[in-house]
Nanobody, 122 residues
Framework: QVLLVESGGGLAQAGASLRLSCKPS????????LGWFRRAPGKAREFVAD????????YYAESVKGRFFISKDNTKNTVYLQMNSLKPEDTAVYYC???????????????WGQGTQVTVSS
């Protein structure tokens, strides 16, 4: 199984922007859909957005719709999450993962990476 590596997190003020990146640690993406998830302190991991590799169809959680944008660059083998108008409640560790098409479910066999920390100050 290909491991996914997230990067691009950091500290930002409310209203600022950050862009996260996700790349496979070796080889290329083999999944049909790639998604971003996040886990805030004391909360369960939640779905943020996903993109279909072949059609570029995207889907977003209501909490980020209109502020976050998922995209991919096939030539760089990278999936991005552009996060605009950040809010303190966006503070979380962000992860990328494959998503079963037509759902927001991650295969149970997937090994989560380290994620990248995003901290938004008010």
């Amino acid at each position: 199984q290909v491991l996914l590596v997230e990067s691009g997190g950091g500290l930002a003020q409310a209203g600022a922007s950050l862009r996260l990146s996700c790349k496979p640690s070796g080889g290329a993406f083999t999944e049909d859909n790639l998604g971003w998830f996040r886990r805030a302190p004391g909360k369960a991991r939640e779905f943020v957005a996903d993109i279909a590799w072949s059609t570029n169809t995207t889907y977003y959680a209501e909490s980020v719709k209109g502020r976050f944008f998922i995209s991919k660059d096939n030539t760089k083998n990278t999936v991005y999450l552009q996060m605009n108008s950040l809010k303190p409640e966006d503070t979380a560790v962000y992860y990328c993962a494959p998503v079963i098409p037509g759902s927001i479910i991650v295969p149970v066999t997937f090994q989560w990476g380290q994620g990248t920390q995003v901290t938004v100050s008010s």
